[in-house]
């Protein structure tokens, strides 16, 4: 059996979106040309350069359908569903090498407003948000915008808290506040 290798343009991905969690948006091209096994010449043809391969990187890889996935496998009832988030996120945020939410490391480490990842980065979190705003809405919450904002910037807090503090496990002591956030009436 015989198995292809991706293409230049799947290996820049690959390579930006491990390098750019492990080392931050800051990483070298050399770093992610030698990952990637490619040419400077690909990088150039794919994405136009550096910045273009992290904005692709970030709208190809939205970790917003992994939150689906879980949601999904966690049944049909709303409550469940957005419960089970925090269920996957105490699961991620205490796996070694979580470096935090690779979206808002991206929004922080690029202070150009221009850089096209900014777009990305606001596009999932618009994306998340709505996810959660529809599955409130079905779960009959009397604001879901609200609540989705309000789960979002749960996601966010247990995201960066776990950086510094995963031993506080912050999935674990925001789920209770998601409940209330689910909860009202």
């Known amino acids: 059996m015989t198995t292809t290798r991706p293409g230049p343009r799947e290996r820049l991905l690959t390579a930006a979106r491990e390098l750019t969690y492990t080392e931050g948006v800051h990483v070298g091209v050399d770093a992610i040309l030698k990952r990637a096994d490619v040419a400077r010449r690909s990088l150039y043809q794919h994405f136009g350069g550096k910045d273009g391969l992290l904005a692709e990187m970030l709208r190809v890889y939205h970790v917003e359908d992994r939150y689906r996935r879980v949601m999904d496998a966690a049944g049909t009832e709303p ?39 900014h777009a990305e980065v606001r596009a999932y979190k618009v994306g998340l948000a709505e996810l959660f705003r529809e599955e409130l809405a079905r779960n009959g919450h009397p604001d879901p915008a609200l609540g989705a904002n309000q789960l979002a910037v749960l996601v966010d807090g247990v995201l960066a808290h776990a950086v510094t503090r995963p031993e506080a496990h912050p999935a674990l002591a925001a789920r209770p506040l998601a409940e209330l956030i689910l909860d009202a009436r």
């Open 79 to 117: 409550r469940a569903r957005l419960l089970a988030v925090f269920d996957e996120l105490e699961r991620v945020t205490t796996r070694e090498g979580f470096h935090g939410c690779r979206y808002t490391a991206a929004e922080l480490g690029l202070s150009d407003p221009g850089h096209p990842a």
